[in-house]
Each structure stands twice: as structure tokens, then as C-alpha cells.
């Protein structure tokens, strides 16, 4: 869910525009996603599309970067920012993420190349203590741009609108001096490949995987047959469902993401790959181990494992520590 914060200053941007403006705005962002045409800035035409874009995709992207920092969090302890940069930040969902996971963070600086967009970013970062003073630049993502020094460095929905020539530059760009590195795109077969690309190059640049994979080693899954994709649950509030003319009071959002750190952290064994499945007295998960891709069954017989598989959902570590 949006921080109560955001959400607030959210509605409050979506009020300067008429509810015919926002629909005429939806329905063409809508359209985009359903031809699969990129909605990104250059997308972007208007003060209303901007708005409708942010009140249609801000819930969603914020729900899988803050699942994704949570999980770095998780196996970095100790790790405590004071400093990030956003590459390709859009209007700051990233930024509350980590806000929300890492307190610490104090200095933060958000490049993005839509004007509009950094207005609206900017516009809802001051209902935040801690946001209000964000650097918003306004640039295009290259390898050659000046990169603030940062702790944490994360980049979400936006590698993927890079060049794919150009990308494994900006991941080591992205990479170098930072102490951490989160990328996050759509859990999408096309997204997959965008990450597990970037995490070829994290490796290679000295950054040890923190999640979601348990290894340093090649991505086990055959491109073309799967990929690796999770998803994250958020509630809908009434604004959300009136932009996206839905009726139902959640939506699921699939993303595929890595994090990367210069100092290694406590790694799991495993990692679950799908939705369990949970049938009386089993339990089946798809895992990703050192080993490779594997099914396991747990069933009562293993006791106090077998109720940790019940609570066991997409996504998480294996075994539960």
C-alpha cells in the first residue's frame, strides 16, 4: 500500500485536472500497455497524462520496488544508506520505497528527462519530510551523465527503455562505487532478459547477488521456456480503481528485479520460484538453488518444515531461517 503520505499528495495533484481529462489520459496510457508501446516520458504529452500515469502506474511500480528492497534488506544486515540515486526515477516511486525500508536515507538525488514528470515527482516528494529535499535532475540515462555518489543506487521500469546496445553500459555505470544496486522491471519475458542481463554485468563488475537468487552463478532457467518473474499484491484505493475503471479492490503486479552489493550477505539456500502448491498434508515448491532449478516436496512427515511450507509464499527465501 502507498504510504499514507504520497497517497494524499496523489489525490491531491489528480484534482487539478477534470475526470474527463484523466479518462481521455487512461484510456490512451491503457491503449499503450495493451500494444505494448513503451509509456515513458517521450509517451508523455501532456500535464494530465502525467498525472493519469502516475495515479495508473505509481501504486504498482512503488509495490515492486519497495518487495524488492525489503528482500535486500533482508540479507543485508547492517547496511544502512544515507545516500541513493534513482536513474530513470519517474515521479519517485522508488524513493518512497526505500524511504520506507531504510529510514536512514537522507541525501537522495532522482534523474529523469520529462520536465513534467520531475514537476510532479517534485510536487509529491514535499509531503515528505524526508523527500523534500531530493536533487531532481533533469537528463537523459547515459554512461557518460555525471552520476552522483550514492549508497544505494536503484533503477525501476526504466533500464528496459534504454537501447539494448547501451544498456550493459549504464548497469556499470550504475555499479561503480556503490554499495548497493537494485534494478527492477516488469515480470515479463522481455523484462527477465533485461535483468538477468544487468545481473551478468553486476557480477562481472565485483557486485556479489543478494536476491532473488541464492548464487552468483549462471541463471539456471533456458531463455525462451521461462523466466524468472515474482509478484506483489496491493489494494487498490478508490482513486486507483476510478482511473483504471476496476472493480475489484487489489491487483497483482509481476516483476522481475535484482540486488547487488559490494559486501556479500547471508544468502538463503533456495528461493521459490512459483506459486506454491498446496494440497492436504503436501506441499510443492519450485526452487532455485546453487544447484540448479529443482521441485520439493515437503510433506507432515517433515514436521516443523512442513508447517514453515504452509506459511511459504512466491518469492521468499527456502528454507525459512
Known amino acids: 500500500m502507498l504510504p499514507e503520505e504520497l497517497r494524499t499528495a496523489l489525490d491531491r495533484a489528480l484534482t487539478r485536472f477534470t475526470p474527463q ?35 495508473y502506474r505509481m501504486p504498482a511500480t512503488y509495490a515492486a520496488a519497495a518487495t524488492a528492497l525489503r528482500r535486500a534488506a533482508a540479507l543485508s544486515p547492517g547496511f544502512a544508506p544515507r545516500s541513493q540515486f534513482d536513474a530513470g526515477g519517474g515521479t519517485g516511486a522508488a524513493i518512497w520505497a526505500a524511504a520506507e525500508v531504510w529510514p536512514s536515507v537522507e541525501m537522495i538525488t532522482v534523474i529523469e528527462h520529462d520536465p513534467h514528470v520531475i514537476d510532479l515527482g517534485r510536487r509529491l516528494a514535499r509531503a515528505s519530510r524526508t523527500l523534500d529535499g531530493t536533487t531532481w535532475r533533469q537528463a537523459a540515462i547515459h554512461h557518460g551523465l555525471d552520476r552522483p555518489a550514492a549508497d544505494l543506487v536503484t533503477m525501476s521500469y526504466a533500464l528496459g527503455e534504454i537501447p539494448e546496445a547501451e544498456q550493459a553500459q549504464v548497469v556499470r555505470w550504475l555499479a561503480a562505487d556503490a554499495a548497493m544496486v537494485v534494478i527492477v522491471e516488469p515480470g515479463t519475458p522481455v ?38 518473474h515474482f509478484s506483489v499484491r496491493l489494494p487498490r484505493s478508490p482513486l486507483h480503481r476510478r482511473v483504471k475503471a476496476g472493480t475489484l479492490s487489489f491487483e497483482d503486479e509481476k516483476f522481475s528485479y535484482v540486488a547487488a552489493a559490494a559486501v556479500p550477505g547471508p544468502r538463503p539456500a533456495g528461493r521459490v520460484l512459483r506459486h506454491p502448491q498446496k494440497r492436504k498434508g503436501v506441499v510443492s515448491l519450485r526452487l532455485c538453488s546453487d544447484d540448479g532449478l529443482s521441485d520439493v516436496i515437503v510433506s507432515k512427515r517433515h514436521g516443523d518444515l512442513y508447517r514453515a511450507a504452509r506459511d511459504v509464499e512466491w518469492g521468499d527465501a527456502w528454507p525459512p531461517r
Open 191 to 228: 523484462g527477465y532478459a533485461t535483468v538477468a542481463a544487468a545481473r551478468e554485468v553486476l557480477t562481472a563488475s565485483g557486485l556479489t547477488v543478494l536476491a532473488p537468487c541464492p548464487h552468483d552463478g549462471r541463471c539456471p532457467i533456458e531463455p525462451g521456456r521461462d523466466w524468472c
Open 21 to 55: 481529462e484523466l479518462a481521455e489520459a487512461t484510456a490512451r496510457l491503457t491503449e499503450r500497455y495493451r500494444t505494448g508501446i513503451s509509456t515513458g516520458g517521450n509517451h508523455l504529452r501532456s500535464r494530465a497524462d502525467v498525472a493519469a500515469y502516475a495515479a
